[in-house]
């Protein structure tokens, strides 16, 4: 797993105004309105263009890409892609934030999970379910993990592997419970099985008389009980006397 990072270059100008306005301004240009905040100055309010944003960002570490931003007409500045806002409905990014770094001190982002092997539960009909998609570490910039990779191959049915059974890269450290769970091993439903009750041997006999024509019925719905030559026997009459 690679631990080191290069710098993306990214220009960018300062911008004075602020608002709904001078953002379609600048929109209308092709740039997007951003801001850079920062633990140890002002916020920098700056115009970038877009497309090379996505360029800068565009490599393993994607959000965790160091970048330097080259500010014409103030002082460049080291940063992280913070956040981001994009139309709902093309998806163009509208907004962008920065994090101000500095390279010889740790930073706390959250970093990708990779599930990898194949759980020995499986053979028993277990489903791999993955519960962590990220993992957030601390760590100097320059070694953000572009991923933290973890072995599942030894989970047995209705198994968990916890942030704990994870051994973190050199020089990083989790910073989340070591009980979080990663991965589970769930055991899969039991599938409903319908049973049909047995047919009682003789019921469709006992209802058809020996000419194979349906047996009277008596009073009460029922089949009438055959005689003893075959037939069936005549219903009884309703209300006879006992």
């Known amino acids: 797993m690679s631990t080191s990072t290069e710098t993306q270059k990214l220009p960018a100008t300062l911008r004075t105004l602020s608002g709904k306005g001078p953002a379609r301004q600048l929109r209308f240009k092709g740039l997007i309105p951003a801001v850079c905040y920062s633990k140890h100055d002002k916020p920098a309010h700056i115009a970038i263009d877009p497309l090379l944003l996505k360029k800068a960002i565009a490599t393993p570490r994607k959000f965790n890409t160091v970048i330097e931003l080259v500010i014409d007409g103030g002082q460049n500045r080291t940063v992280l892609f913070k956040d981001y806002e994009k139309d709902p409905l093309n998806g163009a990014v509208l907004h962008a934030d920065f994090l101000d770094i500095r390279m010889d001190h740790d930073v ?135």
């Open 108 to 242: 706390t982002v959250p970093v990708p999970v990779v599930l990898i092997g194949k759980p020995a539960g499986a053979a028993d009909g277990g489903i791999l379910q993955q519960v962590a998609r990220t993992i957030l570490v601390e760590c100097l910039p320059g070694i953000i993990p572009e991923k933290i990779e973890v072995d599942v191959s030894s989970l047995g049915i209705a198994e968990s592997l916890h942030v704990s059974d994870v051994k973190p890269p050199a020089g990083v450290k989790f910073r989340v419970d070591g009980t979080a769970t990663i991965a589970v091993v769930a055991i899969p439903e039991k599938e409903e099985v319908k049973v049909e009750a047995a047919a009682v041997p003789g019921a469709e006999a006992a209802a058809v008389g020996a000419d194979g024509k349906p047996a009277p019925k008596a009073a009460d719905g029922k089949a009438a009980p055959a005689a003893a030559d075959g037939k069936a026997a005549p219903a009884a009459a309703k209300g006879a006397k006992k």
